[in-house]
């Protein structure tokens, strides 16, 4: 059973996660966690955190809000009960009250969850510090999902394609999906173009070695010989602009890329390509770590 972990704070982008999550789950069930934040008051918690004596009035009043807003996300979920049914998926709330990202991981570790899925906010041009800690830090495949998603299913998926990267992790899960859902898979490679005027015989060339490349990378994913996947080449001035071009020219209803690594390599990574990609893509976007497991 595939567990996926929403995180959820009542904003239009969490609902969205929310919807997204039941969409992709729909096909074979699974259990859906809808981890609901909470920004309980910054005084409370410092002085529970430090251990300072608090009247138990204080207590009860606190419990009692918080076993408010359960009941209230809990009301939620039954009133989108259409929209969220399918045939084997449970939805379990829980509602956190501490630090974000601890609490977070914590209950991804708790839940043993295959995947986390977020909202992004309503910039379109950012992507949140508390997503992006998420993004560098786990191994888990990890959704984000913009306010313009709409439940319509999937069609196309694009993954672009990083030949340094042996072994990917999104072409499997891509395909996966596709399966699910009889959906076209698009593989894209972007070529950059940084120069102006370079000769027509020279971008052949270097065309012919990124086809070439491609071919020995495509081989070694060890696709099933009956699945039609299809391949594009792109220019453009960065990758980044050039995914979420090709994403737009093909109709994309879903973006799964390859990320390097955790850490500073992936900061470095999600600043040159994912991360552009995150931000401004109008289709949710799936990160996977090539590295695989659970952490």
């Known amino acids: ?29 699974g259990q859906v966690v809808l981890w609901y934040a909470v920004d309980v008051p910054k005084t409370y918690r410092l002085l529970t955190s430090h251990g300072r004596a608090i009247d138990p009035s204080i207590h009860q009043e606190m419990n009692r809000w ?7 996300a ?8 259409h929209t969220i049914k399918a045939p084997d998926l449970s939805v379990t709330v829980e509602v956190w ?12 570790q708790r839940y043993d969850a295959d995947w986390i899925v977020l909202g992004r906010g309503q910039d379109p041009h950012r992507l949140g510090s508390f997503a992006l800690k998420v993004l560098r830090s786990t191994l888990r495949p990890v959704a984000v999902v913009p306010e313009t998603y709409e439940p319509v299913g999937l069609h196309v998926i694009v993954v672009p394609v990083d030949w340094t990267i042996p072994k990917s992790a ?13 959906a076209e898979v698009h593989l894209v490679h972007v070529i950059e173009t940084y120069l102006r005027d ?4 020279l971008e052949a060339a270097v065309e012919q070695m990124v086809r070439d490349s491609l071919d020995e990378w495509y081989r070694q994913q060890a696709v099933p010989t009956d699945r039609t996947v299809h391949q594009a080449f792109r220019r453009a001035t960065d990758a980044g602009t050039g995914i979420l071009a090709y994403a737009t020219e093909v109709g994309a209803d879903l973006i799964v890329m390859d990320s390097h690594a955790r850490g500073p390599l992936m900061h470095l990574m999600l600043g040159s390509v994912a991360e552009k990609v995150l931000q401004r893509a109008t289709v949710p976007v799936i990160v996977t770590k090539p590295e695989g497991g659970k952490a």
């Not at 918080?66 to 209230?72: C, E, G, I, N």
Request: charged share 25%.
């Open 97 to 108: 009250t501490g630090d974000l990202y601890e609490g977070l991981m914590d209950a991804v």
């Open 66 to 72: 918080l076993d408010q807003v359960k009941a209230h």
């Open 198 to 201: 370079v000769p027509v015989a």
């Open 170 to 182: 999104a072409l499997p899960l891509a395909l996966d999906l596709a399966t699910r859902y009889t």
């Open 74 to 81: 809990e009301s939620l979920l039954r009133s989108r009960a």
């Open 1 to 29: 059973m595939t567990t996926y972990l929403v995180g959820w704070d009542r904003s239009t982008s969490a609902e969205k996660a929310l919807l997204f999550t039941v969409e992709i789950a729909r096909q074979r069930g």
